[in-house]
């Protein structure tokens, strides 16, 4: 046999040198080349054919199972929440699930038609109805078998009766483990998909990007509507639109209204981000060990608010939204939601909810997870200095004529004191000063100072007199120029007495102040601290007032059990420094709470170059979410 063998080998290698040489002569293809290239790819397109017809058979089976077993969920829990008894046909000839009652709707489900169904609870495939009792059983119980028409591949469904307290106890037991591995099983399509929204430039502060804005809100749509609504659309509005999307369970049932927001700051200084800024890539950092996703965007807000996207396509998918869901994705948070205000007057009906839930805030760390209780409002202006009617000659008109740079700068300079207190009179009237007991609550917030300027890169910090870092950048009010410019920055000198000089300057501020009054008196101050030779102008850039949420409420309590759920450790309300005005706007014009649950980190650094979000908190975020419906439809409930 050896020898045969050797004989060919030597044979097949005398052969194919000689067709080598004519290739080498004639420079083409030669007849045997052809045929074998044929042969080898007519091989390996049966492999890949066999293969995809493989994977779609069971594709199709698992969807047909998911449809069959959602649709058994949705009506059983039905039975059980309502105490009524419900009933769900199949017709499993003509591949289709059909819901039809007073509180679930009118609903189709169609199954993949390319299978064969099979069940053991009657002979006639034709208008199999199935029977729920108020305690959530199935009547009788029975299989549903999913074959191919090879009947090679097969899926084998089982439903059971079941009692109430066995199905309450089972369901709470099993949600964990099921987040987690729908997680796990799903976890680069997250990734990916998340990568491909921040790599969308949605900056709202910069008209450039208006038709980047545009392509994010219609991204985020389809988002929606794959991830399981019932509609979403994007609404139009004076500036730039907000994303609607709703999942309607039932009318007996609690509605929570998620709100988030897909623009984004803007990326400069490009120089100081190590990647591109929309263009995101994972890297571990001392904080994120496993890996954080870098980009604008990425933590403030898109990637928390996708994680209730994805929070809400496993409870869709898995049968277990066990309340209605409303979404309010908008795309102006960033500069002060100039125009949400209007969609929400326009839309309060269809905005009507329960509750309102949050991902826009931070915690305090993995091993110490909090909720933001109390937000400062903003108001933010901008000064205009305007003192001769052009660019001066300073070596002609210095010392003669204000120089508005000048002044702006010796203006900006006596808005604090030398205890670092903003000297604007009545500033401090209605600001809550805090108990002893309150202040003690505090200083219980894990802080270290050192560990805090070591992150910051300074030496020391500064403080209003008598108060605490937590403090100064939660409870107190603060002013900070967020910008200045004038005059002539290009290469080279310019010796000049600029005609204008501008500086942005916002104010953080605490319940009770308001931010219209707060406006009122810092334009009053600026004015009057003016000299004679320049004009004033202050322009209003959005604002509204603080927030301040109470812990004793079920909202709070569900998001508190939810946290220590998934984190094993009870969350600490914590007041945070930022400001979300439309809160306070939503609580006035819906009448409803909002929950501020964030997973944030406040060192990944929103707003500034080098943005990140941990995958941790990105998936702890997604895991944690369906616990805060669970527990709050518990509530609601009682």
Same mark, same amino acid.
């Given at each position: ?68 077993? #959602? ?23 003509a591949k289709k699930i059909t819901i039809s009652n ?58 059971? !009766? ?89 009318? %007996? ?49 898109k990637g928390q608010m996708f994680m209730h996207v ?22 102006? &948070? ?16 269809k905005l009507k909810n329960d509750i309102i839930l ?6 305090? !760390?993995?091993?110490? @997870? ?13 000064? #205009? ?27 900006? /300079? ?11 009179? %009545? ?15 505090? /200083? ?5 100072? #050192? ?15 008598? *108060? ?23 290469? =080279? ?37 003016? @000299? ?44 945070? =420094? ?19 649950? =964030? ?7 929103? %707003? ?14 997604? &895991?944690?979410?369906?616990?805060? *419906?669970? *527990? ?7």
């Amino acid at each position: 046999m050896f020898f045969y063998l050797t004989k060919y080998k030597i044979l097949l290698y005398n052969y194919l040198k000689k067709e080598g040489d004519n290739i080498k002569k004639n420079k083409a293809f030669s007849t045997f080349e052809i045929i074998l290239s044929i042969l080898i790819f007519s091989f390996l397109m049966n492999i890949a054919f066999i293969k995809y017809r493989e994977f779609k058979e069971l594709r199709d089976i698992n969807e047909a199972k998911t449809k069959i077993t #959602e649709a058994f969920y949705l009506v059983s829990t039905t039975s059980l929440k309502q105490k009524t008894k419900q009933k769900l046909q199949l017709d499993l000839s003509a591949k289709k699930i059909t819901i039809s009652n007073k509180s679930l709707k009118t609903q189709e489900i169609k199954l993949p038609k390319d299978l064969i169904y099979f069940h053991t609870y009657t002979s006639n495939l034709n208008n199999l109805e199935l029977s729920f009792t108020q305690n959530g059983n199935i009547a009788k119980s029975f299989s549903i078998y999913i074959f191919n028409r090879a009947k090679k591949v097969r899926y084998k469904i089982s439903f059971y !009766g079941f009692d109430k307290s066995k199905f309450l106890k089972i369901n709470k037991l099993t949600i964990k483990m099921e987040i987690k591995n729908y997680i796990e099983q799903n976890k680069d399509r997250f990734l990916s998909e998340l990568f491909d929204l921040l790599r969308m430039p949605s900056v709202s502060a910069d008209p450039a990007y208006k038709p980047s804005i545009e392509a994010t809100a219609q991204w985020v749509k389809e988002a929606l509507e794959k991830a399981g609504c019932d509609t979403a659309q994007v609404c139009e509005t004076p500036g730039n639109p907000v994303v609607y999307g709703e999942k309607h369970v039932g009318d %007996h049932l609690p509605t929570v209204l998620v709100y988030g927001h897909y623009d984004v700051q803007p990326a400069d200084p490009l120089e100081l981000w190590d990647t591109e800024p929309f263009e995101p890539v994972i890297k571990t950092t001392e904080l994120h060990p496993e890996g954080a996703i870098f980009a604008r965007g990425a933590c403030d807000d898109k990637g928390q608010m996708f994680m209730h996207v994805k929070a809400f396509e496993y409870m869709v998918k898995e049968g277990k939204l066990p309340c209605n869901i409303k979404f309010m994705i908008e795309g102006e &948070e960033e500069v002060g939601s100039k125009n949400l205000g209007w969609f929400v007057e326009k839309n309060k009906e269809k905005l009507k909810n329960d509750i309102i839930l949050i991902s826009d805030t931070s915690i305090i !760390g993995r091993e110490t @997870p909090s909720i933001t209780t109390s937000l400062r409002g903003l108001s933010y202006l901008q000064v #205009e200095v305007t003192g001769p009617n052009r660019d001066l000659h300073s070596g002609v008109y210095g010392g003669a004529v204000a120089n508005p740079v000048n002044i702006l700068a010796q203006m900006i /300079a006596q808005l604090h004191d030398e205890h670092h207190r903003v000297t604007i009179p %009545h500033f401090y009237d209605k600001v809550k000063e805090f108990s002893a007991e309150e202040r003690a609550l505090f /200083a219980q917030i894990p802080f270290s100072l #050192e560990e805090y300027k070591k992150d910051l890169g300074v030496k020391d910090v500064l403080l209003e007199d008598g *108060y605490s870092v937590i403090e100064s950048s939660a409870i107190r009010p603060t002013l900070d120029v967020n910008g200045i410019w004038g005059g002539y920055i290009g290469e =080279g000198a310019k010796t000049i007495i600029p005609s204008k000089a501008s500086a942005k300057i916002s104010m953080r501020l605490v319940p009770n102040q308001d931010n219209k009054e707060i406006e009122a008196l810092f334009t009053e101050h600026i004015q009057r601290i003016a @000299p004679e030779g320049v004009t004033v102008k202050v322009t209003n850039l959005g604002g509204g007032p603080a927030y301040a949420m109470s812990i004793d409420n079920d909202a709070y309590r569900a998001a508190e059990k939810a946290m220590e759920k998934t984190f094993g450790k009870r969350p600490v309300p914590s007041p945070e =420094g930022g400001s979300i005005p439309i809160v306070a706007l939503f609580e006035r014009e819906l009448g409803t709470k909002s929950i501020l649950m =964030g997973f944030g980190f406040d060192s990944d650094l929103i %707003h500034s170059p080098n943005e990140h979000y941990g995958l941790f908190n990105f998936f702890k975020g997604i &895991e944690t979410i369906p616990y805060f *419906y669970e *527990y709050y439809v518990e509530a609601h409930k009682k």
